[in-house]
């Protein structure tokens, strides 16, 4: 069963580079979420979607962009790269959230 | 104000022991309530639900108090793959948002 696959697993970029990191999950979800998750501390949320065609900005949207054309997608997407965007990314799917999210193994990204 | 708090922590703990942890939150209107567990460089995995007459897996109890705020979780017996990073988390069904707090380490001794 594959669930959520993210990819890259790593990435370098530099200052002012663009990349977009890739989501799918194939467990037919309403609900995605995208999260950085910094050093020593917890998930904050960036974007989530409640379903394809609709998306909504969560705690720390600045920086990123997002789409969801299809139920399986959800990529993120960074513009103008910058050293405070190294993190690691997670992106989550569920039926909702009242149950329980099923996670990615997580994108590292570094911004030089 | 955050939406979640937790202490972070570390709480050091030997083997055998019993320990627990709060987490408050900010928004009444959060519906479901969950902890999560989170191993060194690892995704989050779900622990358990938080139900309001709480509910218990094992060594693991966990209660939710809505007129505080706070939920808890009580580990009986620690062992030292409990070792990990617990994480507080809210749902929001009005929102659709998971809000997640900063976590609390827990590191179980020999």
């Known amino acids: 069963n594959a669930g959520v696959t993210q990819t890259p697993k790593f990435r370098i970029l530099k200052i002012g580079q663009s990349m977009t990191l890739q989501c799918t999950q194939d467990m037919n979800h309403n609900y995605m979420y995208w999260y950085r998750q910094d050093p020593g501390m917890g998930l904050k949320l960036i974007y989530y979607?409640?379903?394809?065609?609709?998306?909504d900005k969560g705690e720390v949207p600045n920086g990123y962009n997002v789409s969801r054309s299809t139920t399986e997608d959800f990529p993120l997407r960074l513009e103008l790269a910058a050293p405070s965007q190294t993190s690691v990314y997670f992106c989550a799917s569920s039926t909702g959230p009242h149950t329980e999210a099923f996670f990615g193994q997580g994108t590292r990204l570094t911004v030089v | 104000r955050k939406e979640v708090e937790q202490d972070p922590g570390p709480f050091n703990v030997p083997e055998g022991a019993t320990v627990a942890f709060n987490c408050t939150y900010s928004n009444s209107a959060s519906q479901s309530f969950f902890w999560y567990r989170q191993d060194c460089r690892k995704e989050p995995k779900l622990l358990m639900s938080v139900y309001s007459s709480g509910n218990e897996d094992g060594r693991f109890t966990a209660q939710l108090n809505r007129a505080s705020q706070y939920i808890s979780l009580l580990i009986r017996d620690s062992k030292l793959s409990d070792s990990a990073t617990y994480l507080c988390v809210l749902g929001s069904s009005n929102t659709g948002k998971l809000i997640f707090g900063q976590g609390t380490t827990l590191q179980v001794k020999p």
């Open positions: 979607s409640v379903g394809a065609g609709i998306t």
